[in-house]
């Protein structure tokens, strides 16, 4: 098939060359009656030639990070040390306890981001504990290092790789359970937003009809898509990297995972703010959702800096000193007690594979990636043959 793609500019005509050898976006074919979708497809090849997506992205979590430093500033420097000391002591035990509870549900619901993953590019000889053991590890380390791409891929990969996982199979399992997040983060801001706009408003400073708006169009793509992988079987990628999405009852399971993840998390956060004023737990947990994903597009470990200063403006009706107390408690109980306990995990376990004499895993060459495209599967393409 011949790929080519006509690009308007100031000196006239001009065609871009067929092959894509020398550029990491391919120009799509001509959509001819399509000039919006045409105009979209020139500002993004423009974006990846000339800018380049990864300064994009380094520009966009600078300017998170840098404003959310000076939200904080202003924020923490009127606080009182010892109204937050003392907001950490008076916290009701019961409050800890059931916080810690539903941290707990929220890391086991994240084991079945890997297993849910591991069935869809049919391993399904890894057994769960397995999946839970690399899920666990490989998210507690991720959300405290940073960089959770790279460094939950490592430790997914290390124990992925004692059951015969390749390096690229451990790619599609990252890329899966990356997409059941998403999944899960888009439905829950689309229905808490169009319940409890304002909530949004909080965090974005726009208008709530504009906030509820830009929730119907969530609901209306996440449907969209939800419609195109029911009707026949999808896949994403090429060759070796290709990965066959979840089917529409799957990709319906695969919602419900991540709002249940979303839920514990929500809940956990909902256990250590204050009971007065009540906001209702809708609005806390848009609150909360929008202000992880604010943490998560800065790149910071932990979202550290980002979702705090996210979350102390948002809930302004609350003494600043007991929301600060909250988040500390929240971070010890998310964050810092299982990236210990995951370290006792990995570093037993790299003792025990030690003293069996166990060799380390091999890596294999890894087939070169090819430009990602959206196609449907050979048997579906028989079938409509």
Same mark, same amino acid.
């Given at each position: 098939?011949?790929?080519?793609?006509?690009?308007?500019?100031m000196?006239?005509?001009?065609?871009?060359?067929?092959?894509?050898?020398? *550029?990491?976006?391919?120009?799509?074919?001509?959509?001819?009656?399509?000039?919006?979708?045409?105009?979209l497809?020139?500002?993004?090849?423009?974006?990846?030639?000339?800018?380049?997506?990864?300064?994009?992205?380094?520009?966009?979590?600078?300017?998170?990070?840098?404003?959310?430093?000076?939200?904080?500033?202003?924020?923490? *420097?009127?606080?009182?040390?010892?109204?937050?000391?003392?907001?950490?002591?008076?916290?009701?035990?019961?409050?800890?306890?059931?916080?810690?509870?539903?941290?707990?549900?929220?890391?086991?619901?994240?084991?079945f981001?890997?297993?849910?993953?591991?069935?869809?590019?049919?391993?399904?000889?890894?057994?769960?504990?397995a999946?839970?053991?690399?899920?666990?590890?490989?998210?507690?380390?991720g959300?405290n290092?940073?960089?959770?791409?790279?460094?939950?891929?490592?430790?997914?990969?290390?124990?992925y790789?004692a059951?015969?996982?390749?390096?690229?199979?451990?790619?599609?399992?990252?890329?899966?359970?990356?997409?059941?997040?998403?999944?899960?983060?888009?439905?829950?801001?689309?229905?808490?937003?169009?319940?409890a706009?304002l909530?949004?408003?909080?965090i974005?400073?726009?208008?709530?009809w504009?906030?509820?708006?830009?929730?119907?169009?969530?609901?209306?793509?996440?449907?969209?898509?939800?419609?195109?992988?029911?009707?026949?079987?999808?896949?994403?990628?090429?060759?070796?990297?290709?990965?066959?999405?979840?089917?529409?009852?799957?990709?319906?399971?695969?919602?419900?995972?991540?709002?249940?993840?979303?839920?514990?998390?929500?809940?956990?956060?909902?256990?250590?703010?204050?009971?007065?004023?009540?906001?209702?737990?809708?609005?806390?947990?848009?609150?909360?959702?929008s202000?992880?994903?604010?943490?998560?597009?800065?790149?910071?470990?932990?979202?550290?800096?980002?979702f705090?200063?996210?979350?102390?403006?948002?809930?302004?009706?609350?003494?600043?000193?007991?929301?600060?107390?909250?988040l500390?408690?929240?971070?010890?109980?998310?964050?810092?007690?299982?990236?210990?306990?995951s370290?006792?995990?990995?570093?037993?376990?790299?003792?025990?594979?030690?003293?069996?004499?166990?060799?380390?895993?091999?890596?294999?060459?890894?087939?070169?990636?090819?430009p990602?495209e959206?196609?449907?599967?050979?048997?579906?393409? *028989?079938?409509?043959?």
């Amino acid at each position: 098939m011949e790929i080519g793609r006509r690009n308007d500019d100031m000196m006239g005509m001009r065609k871009f060359p067929e092959t894509a050898d020398d *550029r990491s976006m391919e120009p799509r074919p001509q959509d001819g009656g399509h000039p919006v979708l045409d105009a979209l497809h020139r500002a993004a090849v423009f974006c990846d030639q000339k800018v380049g997506w990864n300064r994009i992205g380094v520009v966009l979590s600078l300017t998170i990070i840098i404003v959310a430093a000076v939200v904080l500033y202003r924020i923490l *420097r009127t606080i009182n040390a010892n109204e937050v000391v003392e907001a950490l002591v008076t916290t009701d035990t019961r409050d800890i306890s059931l916080a810690a509870l539903f941290v707990a549900g929220g890391y086991i619901t994240l084991t079945f981001y890997d297993l849910f993953a591991l069935r869809t590019i049919g391993r399904a000889d890894v057994p769960y504990w397995a999946a839970a053991l690399a899920a666990f590890t490989s998210y507690s380390v991720g959300h405290n290092v940073g960089a959770s791409v790279f460094t939950g891929g490592a430790v997914r990969y290390r124990v992925y790789s004692a059951w015969g996982l390749t390096a690229v199979e451990v790619a599609k399992i990252c890329f899966v359970a990356g997409l059941t997040f998403w999944l899960g983060n888009a439905t829950v801001l689309g229905l808490g937003i169009a319940y409890a706009p304002l909530a949004a408003t909080a965090i974005d400073q726009l208008p709530a009809w504009f906030n509820r708006i830009g929730a119907v169009v969530i609901l209306i793509v996440l449907a969209l898509y939800v419609g195109w992988v029911w009707r026949r079987p999808r896949v994403v990628g090429r060759e070796a990297w290709s990965v066959k999405l979840p089917d529409g009852p799957l990709t319906l399971l695969q919602i419900g995972i991540g709002i249940v993840d979303l839920g514990f998390c929500a809940l956990a956060m909902y256990m250590l703010v204050p009971d007065e004023p009540n906001i209702g737990f809708v609005t806390l947990a848009v609150i909360f959702v929008s202000a992880t994903l604010l943490g998560f597009a800065s790149h910071a470990p932990g979202g550290i800096g980002v979702f705090d200063a996210a979350m102390l403006v948002a809930l302004w009706q609350f003494d600043k000193e007991d929301v600060l107390a909250g988040l500390l408690l929240f971070r010890l109980l998310y964050y810092i007690v299982p990236f210990a306990i995951s370290l006792l995990i990995l570093g037993g376990r790299e003792l025990v594979l030690a003293l069996r004499g166990a060799s380390r895993p091999r890596f294999e060459p890894i087939p070169s990636l090819a430009p990602t495209e959206v196609a449907t599967s050979p048997e579906a393409s *028989r079938e409509q043959a």
